[in-house]
């Protein structure tokens, strides 16, 4: 069994290898988000949640090197945010709300999803798209109702929710490699 799963989470990875311009597009919008002193802004639920969180705590801590921390918030790290939303607006609103009043337009929205059905997603993104805010949806299966409302979008190719959430994983810490040596005016590898 391990051997199978190894071998469908590496043959979910070889495929992202068709998606390198896609992947220089959503480290070049972070780099320029940084530069300009703008935020990070990551969102997900369950699994995506972790990438999200995980992706945040990189930029504002540290990833390889030392560095200066660079801006970054978790929509989804605050839970006193999201029962004071959810209880007023509803689930689906928990982060659209954040983004309308957190959001600048120097500001990147990054989007977690495995199926990009999740409403509260979905909002996210229209809310950056009407305030100005540059988008990424990092995606799974068919992208689902989240495909093509980000400014960018990386869809992972696979059926598979585990693997999609391997690869978002990834993904996650390629763009942290290729942000920090890019900030830092270091090769990348």
């Not at 540059?134 to 980000?150: D, I, Q």
């Amino acid at each position: 069994m391990l051997t199978k799963l190894i071998s469908e989470s590496c043959l979910t990875l070889q495929l992202l290898a068709k998606q390198e311009a896609t992947f220089e597009k959503i480290a070049a919008a972070m780099v320029a988000t940084l530069r300009s002193g703008g935020k990070v802004l990551t969102c997900g639920n369950g699994g995506s949640a972790a990438d999200a969180l995980h992706l945040a705590e990189e930029l504002v801590g540290r990833y390889r090197r030392e560095r200066p921390s660079w801006a970054a918030i978790c929509l989804n790290a605050d839970p006193t945010l999201l029962t004071c939303i959810g209880n007023d607006y509803g689930f689906d609103s928990v982060f659209s709300r954040q983004v309308e009043g957190l959001a600048g337009k120097n500001d990147l929205l990054i989007c977690f999803t495995t199926s990009g059905n999740s409403v509260n997603i979905l909002r996210a993104l229209d809310t950056a798209k009407t305030r100005g805010v540059k988008s990424v949806a990092l995606l799974g299966k068919t992208g689902g109702p989240a495909k093509g409302k980000a400014d960018i979008e990386l869809i992972v190719e696979g059926a598979d929710t585990a693997r999609i959430q391997e690869a978002h994983g990834f993904l996650l810490h390629a763009l942290l490699e290729r942000v920090e040596c890019e900030m830092l005016g270091l090769k990348s590898n």
